[in-house]
């Protein structure tokens, strides 16, 4: 059977780009998903395992990531079209180059703290019997980020202990969080949705305005200032990703005064940290059943 080449290109998929501008207290963040493809001239590499022509991915990707700090994302257009043409340069057997970004929005809330747009879906669990009835009412996917204000050290060492000591870390979390209510009297003071519009407003301030040493002294200081708020609480759980990024080392790319100042991050999508933790009212009254059956928390 005789056969040939026909239509082929290559790149680098999903590139986690997360670009801080941290020129100024009030910290700026663009937060892209990134993929790179050739197109032209790259039949050596197919049918005879020659890559003399070929921009490795791992280069697109790493371009990807010094261009976020070179060229800046003003907009994903603007920096698709700079990152595009240095590909299309630096690789001279390409006839095209595709760049495709999606880009993730943001709301802030802090100088230094932000939300992603459109997260953070409310939920309810009530259980009832003949003597009892209790109301959970929560969170889910509500996805936080600090760029500062966070850091992790101190940690307990053994001989496969790799993880540096971070002074200065973005802390990042898709929050599920679930708050057990006392009462589920009608004529409670507090309606459900007033209740439910505080508490996500302390969880978010909570979050913005605490120094983090750890994802877990966060969580405690959310649980703990949403119990302060709100006196028909009984206990808040939290089961919380630690959604990983990490500094884009750029010492090796062999550009003159090309550093990483906590600007440029890859956001890593697994494994991840789950950190997950109750925080109860002293004199809290007992859970019952409220629990059963809600999955995802110690
Ligand atoms: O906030 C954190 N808590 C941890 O328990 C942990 N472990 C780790 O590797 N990084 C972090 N970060």
Redesign the pocket.
């Known amino acids: 059977m005789t056969h040939h080449l026909g239509a082929n290109q290559y790149g680098k998929a999903e590139t986690r780009v997360v670009r801080i501008v941290r020129d100024s207290p009030v910290h700026e963040i663009r937060d892209l998903n990134v993929s790179t493809t050739l197109r032209g001239d790259f039949a050596a590499a197919h049918v005879a395992g020659d890559q003399a022509a070929v921009l490795p991915t791992d280069t697109q990707k790493n371009t990807a990531f010094a261009y976020a700090k070179l060229h800046g994302v003003d907009s994903p257009e603007d920096y698709a079209l700079a990152l595009a043409r240095r590909l299309l340069d630096a690789c001279p057997a390409a006839r095209q180059a595709q760049v495709r970004v999606e880009q993730y929005a943001w709301d802030r809330i802090g100088d230094h703290s932000f939300v992603r747009r459109g997260g953070g879906v409310r939920t309810a669990v009530v259980t009832v019997g003949p003597d009892e009835a209790h109301v959970l009412s929560g969170v889910e996917d509500l996805v936080l980020l600090n760029t500062t204000d966070?850091e992790?050290k101190g940690?307990l060492r053994d001989e496969f202990t790799t993880?540096a000591e971070a002074d200065d870390r973005i802390?990042a979390t898709a929050l599920v969080a679930r708050w057990r209510h006392t009462t589920t009297d009608a004529g409670r003071e507090t309606d459900w949705n007033a209740s439910y519009d505080a508490a996500l407003a302390t969880l978010l301030s909570t979050f913005a305005g605490t120094y983090?040493r750890?994802?877990?002294?966060?969580l405690h200081a959310m649980g703990g200032a949403l119990l302060d708020a709100q006196d028909g609480l009984a206990e808040v759980r939290f089961s919380a990703p630690?959604k990983?990024h990490f500094l884009v080392d750029f010492s090796p790319f062999r550009v003159d005064g090309l550093t990483n100042e906590g600007e440029v991050f890859v956001a890593a999508d697994r494994p991840y940290?789950l950190?997950e933790a109750q925080v109860v009212r002293d004199d809290a009254p007992p859970a019952g059943d409220a629990w059963l059956g809600v999955p995802g928390f110690c």
């Open positions: 966070s992790f940690f993880l802390l983090s750890a994802l877990q002294e966060t630690n990983h940290g950190i």
